[in-house]
């Protein structure tokens, strides 16, 4: 597969360039050549796959023959080696349950995947490589594990000081080793900008060998694919495909879905699920693209008023806004609204969600209700107990700490302090080694 940049069509690169680069020279971000479509004997099979066939048959398109097949065994094998269970909750909905990884959260599978084809690529290179990411919450946990301790590559971490939960904290600041974590005085669209700068920065990248882990990197993006094909291989109506919500942030995560549904994967309608960040909603109503700064919410993940993966999704719909809304709903759901759900599932369905997962739901409950006879899957897309400040407040009942997390709360976080300068930044990455 050939990947192009979607702000210079001529500018084309193989998987692993695009995995190591992270974004095109020109910071257009990399998109495929071509969607390949799954023949329709995969799907009439795909209860009788393993979900390591699954994933191998979605995901060896895009790496073509960057990755030797007994490598690509053994990255899949590796990156979903834990459960992703299809769970009722009421009768018309069910929860595609993506938090059973490492760090409680969907983006583990990204990060697992890219981490070993990064760390692949990169063997016997002499210049370690930077793989430099921004955090509204999750990346950075999952980065930080699917990362840490994997030769040659060394990982900073910048997330917004006081923004992300005290889990959320901990998983990316405790590790130590390769992994670094920069705490900013800012906004995690601060974060975000710090990143593009540097990478901007010809004279930085002379002295640096950096690389992005966020989920603008073809290896993080793409494999998020799986879940839908596991959504799809436990959904019991093959009759009738489900709608899907996705509550987005970002806008990876649907638009891999997205991509899903190019390659023939039935699905009734898509739902991105926005909480007070409402940009991409107010743009499917408008047709006027309005970047916001962001807001904090309960939903922190998705805090971000300039969703960097909305130009992939577009893309995908040859750029014509009629086409994505005949497939793509998108809802804002405010912060009181998260709030009830999580009480209204906890107590009527007993059914606890996350504020990401409630928000996930409640856009889908509504959707149903104005389209009667339709059922759907929302992604639960974090574990409850990563926003237990949050949640407990709600139900007023502790949630069990799974395993994972339990001796992570006695560790102590190493950060460092920064304000949301570029030129701060900088010295820090030429500087700490
Ligand atoms: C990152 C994240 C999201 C948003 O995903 P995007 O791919 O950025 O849209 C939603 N929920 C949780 C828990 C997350 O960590």
């Known amino acids: 597969m050939i990947y192009y940049s979607l702000n210079n069509p001529s500018d084309k690169v193989s998987f692993k360039e695009a995995t190591i680069r992270g974004q095109a020279p020109d910071r257009g971000l990399y998109f495929p050549e ?13 209860a009788n796959l393993s979900r390591e066939e699954i994933a191998i048959q979605v995901i060896r398109p895009f790496t073509g023959d960057t990755l030797p097949e007994n490598e690509l065994h053994r990255i899949v094998a590796e990156t979903i080696n834990f459960d992703f269970p299809l769970v009722p909750v009421t009768p018309t909905t069910w929860s595609l349950e993506l938090f059973h ?22 063997r016997g290179n002499n210049k370690p490589v ?20 994997v030769d040659g590559v060394e990982v ?55 690389t992005s882990a966020n989920s603008i990197n073809v290896a993080r993006w793409l494999p998020q694919q799986f879940y839908y094909f596991f959504a799809w291989q436990q959904w019991a109506d093959k009759d ?15 638009c ?21 960040n409402d940009t991409i909603p107010l743009f499917l109503a408008t047709g006027q693209y309005r970047s ?45 609204e998260t709030v009830t759900t999580i009480k209204d599932l906890n107590t009527n369905y007993h059914y606890l969600p996350d504020p990401h997962g409630a928000v996930g739901y409640l ?34 009942e502790k949630i069990v700490l799974p395993s994972a997390i339990a001796p992570l709360l006695k560790k102590e976080k190493q950060s460092k302090k920064i304000s949301p300068r570029y030129e701060e930044l900088k010295d820090f990455l030429l500087s700490y080694r």
């Not at 969607?35 to 009439?44: E, W």
């Not at 959260?105 to 990060?111: E, I, L, P, R, T």
């Not at 509204?136 to 930080?144: C, L, N, P, R, W």
């Open 240 to 254: 009738h495909p489900p709608v899907i919500s996705v509550p987005s942030g970002n806008f990876g995560n649907i």
């Open 292 to 336: 916001k700064l962001a807001r904090p919410t309960l939903s922190n993940a998705m805090d971000v008023g300039n969703p960097s993966n909305f130009v992939r999704v577009m893309e995908i719909f040859g750029r014509q806004l009629p086409r994505l809304k005949d497939v793509l709903s998108a809802y804002s759901i405010s912060d009181d």
């Open 101 to 122: 990884g490492p760090t409680l959260a969907f983006k583990d599978v990204g990060a697992r995947f890219m981490s070993r084809c990064l760390g692949y690529f990169v």
């Open 363 to 396: 856009a889908l409950k509504n959707y149903l209700g104005w389209h009667p006879g339709e059922k759907g899957i929302f992604l639960e897309t974090a574990h409850p107990v990563k926003f237990y400040d949050t949640v407990e407040k709600v139900t007023g």
């Open 156 to 210: 900073v971490i910048l997330y917004p000081s006081g923004k992300v939960s005290s889990v959320q904290e901990l998983q990316l600041t405790t590790l130590g080793q390769n992994i670094k974590a920069l705490e900013v005085d800012g906004s995690f669209d601060d974060c975000q900008q710090m990143v593009k700068d540097a990478f901007a920065d010809a004279a930085l990248q002379q002295q640096l060998f950096l």
């Open 256 to 276: 891999a879905g997205l991509m899903a549904y190019s390659a023939g994967l039935p699905v009734s309608h898509f739902i991105a699920a926005c909480n007070a």
């Open 34 to 46: 071509s969607i390949p479509t799954l023949p329709g004997s995969f799907f009439d099979n795909i």
């Open 130 to 149: 930077t793989v430099l990411v921004a955090t509204s919450g999750d990346t950075g946990g999952a980065v930080a594990n699917g990362f840490y301790g």
